[in-house]
């Protein structure tokens, strides 16, 4: 028995040496090796237009949307090879989720996919926090059709018709005036869009049926894996779904994106055109809000401006687009004036 | 029932007491070696069902473990421990701050569960009056508990650990106190199980001979329940490093370069980062979200073989 006893107290001396040994080993390493990345990052670094020198020092925190957050993730990544100093940490925890931290002050950017809600204005006005949105990319929206369905382009009305609240249609021939063959006509039209939660479903479901929130029940929904509906879509030759432009921009040939047809004839989605802004409806900016407590630091600012500056390379690694060289200058003039600088 | 059983061999029995002995060996006989067809059949069936669902649960892991290594082997080498996440360079982006913040939340987790979920067992069997209404009611509650979806304990973290009372802020601390909680009624009840399976002659003994009631559980009926309670603290342990959603909601972030500490800065786990990677278009990404399983199974392994490695030690038979 006496023996057991002391076993006991060596066993539970041994857990706690091993946890502590775990955390303590390695705290040590800490802060020498930040970027090991080597070589590979030398090439892929931007020239940056303002690099602060690189003596900049602080914490950025930034949440938000998970439409976003891959855009701010290489954002954060290269801005800390050009300022070492910096910790910038990016979380994701959804539009809404962002801003419920970000109007408590708690973080110092919210990644968001849409505008600031009246609710979420009134929150941060109470605690006293002032921002504004900036805009750090163009993102678009893809309608999704197998690459042998017979149609390359619908105007807003035939996607209005498919998705809205109480819509009838369940096979491509009943789509009003659309020509499919006679031999296609039958084929079920086999739906596919994200999860309520995510922004792609807010967004299209407000472009295309007037209001957010607002369609059909009876279609997949995938969730918040977008790639899901490329799968199916590739697997299936009726169906359609919705996915963000860069999910459409990896799948490649696999599948067809729809030209959308606002009016003005049918525009491709292309990058050239959701920058130019004719990709209606269903192209839109990516805002990172910033608020004006946390732009009294030096390198938040310089973070949004090289956020800015550096949109090409950044939209290009997250599969979203750029920023024109007018929303540039637009965007560093927002962050300047509420830097009050 | 092999052989016809021969009664007349036997030795000077008389004849009634000899019809009667095999009498009575042909039905024990005919009960015990399940004599009749249709009860051989059955006992077959039974066999193969067993071993059906215990082929489900091992495929299902043989599944899983094969496709992490098929999807993850690109990515299987150092680099994927020591270098630090990278959207940039995929292909050379590692994990070295998730499994840190992986060993601080889970260490923290650790430290929290093994003195407040033996405490509380040791109260509810050795002290407390078990037809005290209160002591019953709180006795429900702990049961309940241990099937509460993890996300509430998420919101629970958020309101009173993140901010609130304790206002921790999005710290690793903040993520340890929340999975805490979250796995604190499983070690509960597997101790009070291994507490009550100490055979009671064991701490009356100790009583007997003059040791106090704290005695007698500190020096006898611990020790020997150890093993038991470590199978419960490896079964938390085991749930709560692979928790993603609570510690979303308490501040896990899925993009940090830098190594965690406790209570500042922000801190990830894997099961956040794979969650992330995973839903991602690129391709590196993927292949990395299917590496990370690999590390997290490895990193499961390793914390618990030390508990596994306790428990055998201090096993023993009665």
Known sequence: MKVTR????????LTSALVLAA?????????????????????????????????????????????????????????????????????????????????????????????????????????????DNITVANDALTVLVNADAPAACMTVEQLNAIWD????????????GLDVPADFADTPLNLYGPGTDS????????????????????????????????????????????????????????????????GDGCIDPAIENVQNGIYT??????????????????????????????????????GAVGLTDEQKAEQIAKVQSLAGS | MAD??????????????????????????ALFTSGDRKKKIQGTIFLGLLLFGL????????????????????????????????????ENAGYRTAILGTLYVIGGVILLIVPLGVGAAVYLEQFANPANKFNRFVDLNIQNLAGVPSIVFGILGLAFIVRGPLSLGFVAAAGSLTLALLVLPTVILASREAIRAVPSSIRDGSLALGATVWQAVWRQVLPAALPGILTGVILAVSRAIGEAAPLLLVGAVTFVTFNPSFFEGGYSTLPTMI???????????????????????????????????????FERTW
């Open chain 1, 6 to 13: 002391r076993a006991a107290f060596a066993a539970t001396a």
């Open chain 1, 281 to 318: 409806p269903l192209g839109r900016p990516l805002f990172v809000y910033a608020s004006d407590k946390a732009l009294q630091q030096d390198a938040t600012v310089a973070f949004f401006e090289f956020y800015i500056n550096n949109s090409d390379q950044i939209a290009t690694i997250a």
């Open chain 1, 165 to 176: 609240d109480g819509s009838s249609i369940t096979t491509w021939g009943q789509i009003p």
């Open chain 1, 199 to 262: 922004g792609t479903f807010d967004f299209f479901t407000e472009e295309i049926n007037g209001e957010e929130g607002q369609i059909r029940i009876d279609y997949t929904s995938i969730g918040e894996d977008d790639n899901a509906a490329v799968t199916a879509i590739i697997g299936d030759v009726g169906a359609m779904g919705y996915i963000p432009f860069s999910y459409y921009q990896e799948a490649g040939d696999q599948v067809k994106g729809l030209a959308i047809d606002n």
């Open chain 2, 55 to 90: 082929s489900i649960a091992l495929i299902a892991i043989a599944a899983m473990i094969i496709w992490a290594f098929v999807a993850g082997g690109p990515r299987l080498n150092v680099n994927l421990l020591t270098n630090v996440p990278s959207i940039v360079t995929p």
């Open chain 1, 23 to 131: 955390c303590g080993g390695s705290s040590d390493d800490g802060g020498e090796t930040t970027t090991p990345t080597g070589d590979a990052t030398t090439s892929a670094a931007p020239t940056p237009t303002e690099t602060g020198g690189g003596d900049l020092t602080g914490s950025i925190v930034i949440d938000g949307s998970s439409t976003v957050g891959p855009l701010t993730e290489p954002a954060a990544e290269l801005f800390m090879q050009a300022n070492p100093g910096v910790q910038v940490t990016v979380a994701v925890s959804g539009t809404s989720g962002g801003f419920e931290k970000f109007c408590k002050g708690e973080t110092d950017g919210n990644n968001a996919s849409r505008a600031i809600k009246e609710a979420e204005i009134e929150q941060c006005a109470e605690n006293g926090i002032a921002y």
């Open chain 2, 4 to 29: 016809e059983p021969d009664y007349s061999s036997r030795v000077a029995l008389p004849p009634r007491t000899r019809v009667a002995v095999g009498g009575a060996r042909d039905v024990t006989e």
């Open chain 2, 275 to 313: 969650y992330s990677y995973a839903k991602r278009p690129q391709e590196e990404l993927q292949v990395l979200a299917a590496a990370g399983v690999v590390v997290m199974l490895l990193l499961l392994i390793m914390i618990n073989s030390v508990a596994i490695y306790l428990r055998n030690r």
